[in-house]
């Protein structure tokens, strides 16, 4: 049974920084494209970071040079490190995980048009929110 489990949200202020984590089970990070996704207030999800299993990432713009995905094998566990958190980034955080690798697995495009990305992911953690105050 494929599972799931965010943690690390919290609020900071402008500047911040904070590291969320995702705990897998029921199957392996390393050959599933993952991806971290967010729903801002008032906004449709939308996809922040990917990572696909040979390494490569894919990030929003908006959030490019700020945030990095990452994995631990080890640990099974997917990773979004934050920093120069800003207003903007508050939003609830969902990990994602496309363990079939059914499309290509880029995250991020922000361009009018763009597919909805979260069609592509078949399991979702419950969310953590993350606040950044100004």
């Known amino acids: 049974q494929v599972q799931l489990a965010e943690s690390g949200g919290g609020s900071v202020q402008f500047g911040g920084s904070l590291k969320l984590s995702c705990a897998a089970s029921?199957?392996?990070?390393?050959?599933?494209?993952m991806g971290w996704f967010r729903q801002r207030p008032g906004k449709e999800r939308e996809g922040v970071a990917g990572?696909?299993?040979?390494?490569?990432?894919s990030y929003r713009d908006s959030v490019r040079n700020r945030f990095t995905i990452s994995r631990d094998d080890n640990q099974n566990t997917l990773f979004l490190q934050m920093s120069s958190l800003k207003p903007a980034d508050t939003g609830m955080y969902y990990c994602a995980a496309d363990p079939s690798r059914s499309a290509l697995c880029v995250l991020g495009c922000s361009s009018p048009g763009c597919p909805n990305e979260a069609e592509d992911f078949n399991y979702w953690g419950q969310g953590t929110q993350v606040t950044v105050s100004s």
């Open positions: 029921g199957f392996t990070v390393s050959s599933a494209c």
């Open positions: 990572l696909d299993f040979d390494g490569a990432t």
